[in-house]
T-cell receptor, first 112, second 119 residues
Framework: DSGVTQTPKHLITATGQRVTLRCSPR?????VYWYQQSLDQGLQFLIQ???????AKGNILERFSAQQFPDLHSELNLSSLELGDSALYFC???????????FGPGTRLTVL | AQTVTQSQPEMSVQEAETVTLSCTYD???????LFWYKQPPSRQMILVIR??????QNATENRFSVNFQKAAKSFSLKISDSQLGDTAMYFC????????????????FGKGTHLIIQP
């Protein structure tokens, strides 16, 4: 158990819908990262927040957005969902802006 | 942009054997971090080992060790005395230090190597 929690574990929805994935980092970690793992794209970095502020952006679509709240938990919002958004979404956390990242168990999103 | 290449999609070895997984990367950075992550069938991503580029000494963690060749941009993982529980996908990952410019500070992953340990 890495100490990073993600909810829900599984999510099934339809095209065009909007969903919110939630992540709680390890106690004491200030950075939260979001990653997408799909069969065709592999593991891709989406976005990082550090202590409430956006820190870095990767291959995140404009339909996706994220935020980190004062209690340091983070949410990833996915809207206008397409079939290709079906993937495993991981949250990871680290103490600072760099260093070892510890991953949560992931949220499996299925778009039908 | 950084790229990470794992040229072995799948490997299979007998229990107790030693196996080496290959990873090469491309970057113009001088300082960076390299990692190996393990993803068993449960899909959990587990950090196996890390290496800082400025350290010449190869990192080791129990049965896991790396061969870091900075000039060759190579970062291989050696698993000694392999066990059935080592069966998993193994991902090599690169991370540049913060504030180094050029975009994302997240991990850049390779495509992975599926390692199967046979009884």
């Amino acid at each position: 158990d890495s100490g990073v929690t993600q909810t829900p574990k599984h999510l099934i929805t339809a095209t065009g819908q909007r969903v919110t994935l939630r992540c709680s980092p390890r106690s004491g970690d200030l950075s939260v990262y979001w990653y997408q793992q799909s069969l065709d794209q592999g593991l891709q970095f989406l976005i990082q927040y550090y202590n409430g502020e956006e820190r870095a952006k990767g291959n995140i679509l404009e339909r996706f957005s994220a935020q980190q709240f004062p209690d340091l938990h983070s949410e990833l919002n996915l809207s206008s969902l397409e079939l290709g958004d079906s993937a495993l979404y991981f949250c990871a956390s680290s103490v600072g802006v760099q260093g070892e990242q510890f991953f949560g168990p992931g949220t499996r999103l299925t778009v039908l | 942009a950084q790229t990470v290449t794992q040229s072995q999609p799948e490997m299979s070895v007998q229990e107790a054997e030693t196996v080496t997984l290959s990873c090469t990367y491309d970057t113009s950075e001088n300082n960076y971090y390299l990692f190996w992550y393990k993803q068993p069938p449960s899909r959990q991503m587990i950090l196996v080992i890390r290496q800082e580029a400025y350290k010449q000494q190869n990192a080791t963690e129990n049965r896991f060790s790396v061969n870091f060749q900075k000039a060759a941009k190579s970062f291989s993982l050696k698993i000694s005395d392999s066990q059935l529980g080592d069966t998993a996908m193994y991902f090599c990952a690169f991370m540049k230090p913060p504030n180094s410019g050029g975009g994302a500070d997240g991990l850049t992953f390779g495509k992975g190597t599926h390692l199967i340990i046979q009884p």
